[in-house]
């Protein structure tokens, strides 16, 4: 009896996993090799030439993306880059200029690397038509987009123009023809008063009409606010009465914390029916606009008797109008004057003013105030004989 051999567990039965395999018919066809497989038959759509032209626009499209975004990487590494400034510099960017006017400016100077860049980087963040003229100050390597932002921003060089509380209209314009930035010509000179004191600050291209233009505009605020908070029963009707007054304490003291006790002195004095007595009023009605331009403080008793309109000691009231510019401050002490019962000051030979509420008082303080000027006179004809005549040799 045959014995059949146990089956292997690990193998299973391979009579039933192996796959059919002819048996050969010889030797010699048992060692000839099996033939390979056949290669799949390719599908008649990858053929077709309309799938061919989708592929390729695909890939071009796929190649283009990544071109696109590698341009966009290295355009934004250039944006954010610092940029060629060593040292600062001012760029005028004028009124009317286009992107790309600005970007070939800005390579010319020195400011950026690559017009095209700053070009491209503006229109991408959409800022094309927010660039603003004016005067630019860049600062040592600044980028593309901090250049950016500043066009945008507006942040420009600023100037400043200061006009002098007190000065007449005809020196205010004569500073304005005068600055060296301000642009066009100005012929006529606004009336006296018309104008606020104040420092004002623009950008270079501003006009000179301009700046006029924005100081008569401060004035109206000004006064009109300051008109607005006035104490009650005080004897001037107008705000234009105001102003006259004002410019009058103004020429009167430079002391600020003198103001209101000056203009108290003449709400007084107005309201007594007493004349104002002051003595600039004289110097404007004798000078004009040209009354504060050379020294011409020391007034003669023939000047005091001059016919004058604006000379306080002949006529009642306010003078006709202004005899400068005043200040906000001087305009406000006239609004709210201090309550005193002053009547009179003097210089009293420290840069302030000595007050009486009595003729006799003042006529005391006057005296003493003559005493300081003899004084000062005598000692100011010493130190002239002191001083060398100039016609010795040196050895």
Do not use: C
């Not at 331009?293 to 306010?318: C, V």
């Amino acid at each position: 009896m045959t014995e059949t051999p146990p089956k292997d567990p690990d193998h299973g039965n391979e009579q039933e996993t192996a796959p059919y395999r002819p048996q050969p018919k010889s030797p010699r066809e048992a060692i000839q090799p099996e033939p390979g497989p056949q290669p799949p038959v390719r599908s008649r759509h990858v053929r077709n030439p309309f799938v061919i032209v989708i592929n390729a626009i695909l890939t071009l499209a796929v190649l283009g993306v990544i071109g696109v975004g590698g341009l966009l990487y290295w355009g934004k590494g250039e944006f954010d880059a610092p940029g060629p400034l060593a040292e600062e510099k001012t760029v005028l960017i004028s009124s009317g200029s286009g992107l790309q006017s600005i970007a070939d400016r800005l390579e010319r100077e020195g400011v950026i690397s690559d017009s095209l860049v700053f070009w491209g980087g503006v229109q991408i963040y959409k800022n094309a038509a927010k660039l603003k003229a004016g005067e630019y100050a860049f600062e040592p390597g600044s980028t593309m987009r901090q250049v950016m932002n500043d066009l945008v921003s507006g942040k420009a060089v600023y100037h400043t123009l200061t006009i002098p509380e007190g000065w007449t209209s005809a020196q205010i314009i004569e500073r304005v023809r005068e600055h060296p930035v301000l642009t066009g010509t100005i012929d006529e000179i606004p009336p006296e008063g018309a104008m606020l004191p104040e420092t004002y600050t623009f950008t270079r291209g501003m006009s000179r009409r301009e700046i006029v233009d924005d100081m008569i505009e401060a004035q109206t605020k000004a006064l009109a606010e300051i008109w607005e908070r006035r104490t009650d029963g005080l004897p001037v009707e107008t705000p234009e009465e105001l102003v006259i007054l004002a410019s009058v304490v103004e020429k009167e003291t430079a002391r600020a914390d003198e103001r209101p006790r000056v203009a108290g002195v003449f709400v007084n004095r107005l309201r007594r029916g007493m004349r104002l007595q002051s003595d600039p009023t004289i110097l404007y009605g004798l000078h004009g606009g040209k009354a504060w331009t050379s020294d011409r403080s020391a007034l003669t008793r023939s000047d005091m008797d001059k016919p004058n309109p604006y000379n306080t000691y002949q006529i009642d009231g306010l003078p006709p109008g202004p005899i400068g510019s005043p200040g906000r401050a001087s305009m406000e002490a006239v609004a709210n004057p201090s309550r005193t019962k002053d009547l009179y000051f003097v210089a009293d030979g420290t840069g302030g003013h000595v007050f009486a509420e009595t003729y006799e008082q003042h006529q005391r303080n006057v005296a003493k105030w003559r005493k300081i000027e003899r004084e000062r006179r005598a000692e100011q004809q010493q130190n002239e004989q002191a001083q060398p005549s100039g016609n010795g040799s040196a050895n």
